[in-house]
Each structure stands twice: as structure tokens, then as C-alpha cells.
């Protein structure tokens, strides 16, 4: 079965810090990996999304993530957070001919001023 | 990006009574729709998975005679939680896959339901 882990569950930042939240993922065969956020009082956003081709993939508000197979891994980075980045971040993964997503339990960053 | 509403966006009911809520697919057409639960500071658990047309397919440890899915439209899928109890209340999310756009799926705001 399918399942996703996020090691950080609760992340605290200064404005400006670099930021790299961890997601590792178990499936033996090919995967979709996806990185959602969802800020406070709002529905979940795409973040970004790895399909196939280069595994440093880039998404908005200058978010990216690296799928690195042998790791099983799809960490997010970001440079340098804002204040307005603080919110909940999940990754997730579809594989095989499902189109079902496993979340991870998510991570809550609060980045502060 | 393709919009997904949900109603509504919170429903207090009574222990016994029985909640709808709907999902709604506003600029695409949607053949499935997901439900997911949400439970506090805890992941998305999905519940089941909702084709058009056809009978939902539910996940591990879901009662599907409490919880009715029925996809009647491309762009419209509801949820019926049937005879609520305190431990249904939950934050219900549903999503919708946009055939345009391979495996991406886009998540509704979501129902907070609180049964007392």
C-alpha cells in the first residue's frame, strides 16, 4: 500500500530563512508526487506537481522540489520564506492506474516577522 | 485554475438527522469527484472515490450506508451523512479531476460539520 511521511510536523522560521520540509514516500512503482498548501481558512492549492522528466520541479510563490528516486523522497525548498508563506503544507502521491491520493499528515510552518 | 464549490461551509445538526453536502464542479466537467475527511491538526483521509454515473467506490473501514455518495451530473456529486452521530463531525473536503489536466486534482473549501 501507499503511504506518505512528513518528518517536520510543526516548522517555525524567521522572515527570510530557507526552508526545506521533508516527504517521503513508499510505493514501488511510478508516482505522481504533488506538494499542496493551504493558508489559513482556505481550501487546499497546488504548490507543484512531478509527473516525469526533470526531478527539480518548480511551482509558485517560488516554492520548488527535487524527486529524488532513490530516496523515494520529494522534499520542498523554498530560499527565503515570507510571513505570508506561513500556512499548512502536504504532500501527496498517486501511483499505478489509480487516480487516488495519499496525503502526508502535513506540515504547519509558521514564519515569523 | 478550475473552481471547485462546496455547500455548505458549515452545517451544525442534531444527533440522528442526516446532512447533504454538496460538491460542484463550476468550469469543468468532472466524471470523478473524491470526499475526503479531515480531522484536526491530522492529514486528509480519503473516504471515497465518486464516478458519474456509476456507484462509489469506498475506501478501507468506510461505512458506505452512512455515507451515501451519489454522482448524478459531471458537475455535481453530494454526500449524505446519514444518521449523524458527535463522532461524524468532521471537515469534509472534496475534490475534482479536470480531464484536461492529467491527474490534477482540484479541492473544494471544504464542510465543517458539527454534530451535537
Known amino acids: 500500500a501507499q503511504s506518505v511521511s512528513q518528518h517536520n510536523h510543526h516548522v517555525i522560521l524567521s522572515e527570510a530563512a530557507s526552508l526545506e520540509l521533508g516527504c517521503n514516500y513508499s510505493?514501488?512503482?511510478?508516482?505522481?508526487l504533488f506538494w499542496y498548501v493551504q493558508y489559513p481558512g482556505q481550501h487546499l492549492q497546488l504548490l507543484l506537481k512531478?509527473?516525469?522528466?526533470?526531478?527539480l520541479v518548480k511551482g509558485i510563490k517560488g516554492f520548488e522540489a527535487e524527486f529524488i528516486k532513490s530516496k523515494f523522497s520529494f522534499n520542498l525548498r523554498k530560499p527565503s520564506v515570507q510571513w505570508s508563506d506561513t500556512a499548512e503544507y502536504f504532500c501527496?502521491?498517486?501511483?499505478?492506474?489509480?487516480?487516488?491520493?495519499?496525503f502526508g499528515t502535513g506540515t504547519l510552518l509558521a514564519v515569523q516577522p | 485554475g478550475a473552481v471547485v464549490s462546496q455547500h455548505p461551509s458549515w452545517v451544525i445538526c442534531k444527533s440522528g438527522t442526516s446532512v447533504k453536502i454538496e460538491c460542484r464542479s463550476l468550469?469543468?466537467?468532472?466524471?470523478?469527484m473524491f470526499w475526503y475527511r479531515q480531522f484536526p491538526k491530522q492529514s486528509l483521509m480519503l473516504m471515497a472515490t465518486?464516478?458519474?454515473?456509476?456507484?462509489?467506490?469506498?475506501e478501507q473501514g468506510v461505512e458506505k450506508d452512512k455515507f451515501l455518495i451519489n454522482h448524478a451530473s459531471l458537475t455535481l456529486s453530494t454526500l449524505t451523512v446519514t444518521s449523524a452521530h458527535p463522532e461524524d463531525s468532521s471537515f469534509y473536503i472534496c475534490?475534482?479531476?479536470?480531464?484536461?489536466?492529467?491527474?490534477?486534482?482540484?479541492f473544494g473549501p471544504g464542510t465543517r460539520l458539527t454534530v451535537l
Open positions: 475534490s475534482a479531476r479536470d480531464p484536461a489536466s492529467f491527474s490534477e486534482q482540484f
Open positions: 510505493y514501488g512503482g511510478t508516482v505522481n
Open positions: 512531478y509527473f516525469s522528466g526533470d526531478p
Open positions: 501527496a502521491v498517486n501511483g499505478g492506474a489509480t487516480n487516488k491520493l495519499i
Open positions: 468550469d469543468f466537467q468532472a466524471t470523478t
Open positions: 465518486s464516478n458519474e454515473g456509476s456507484k462509489a467506490t469506498y
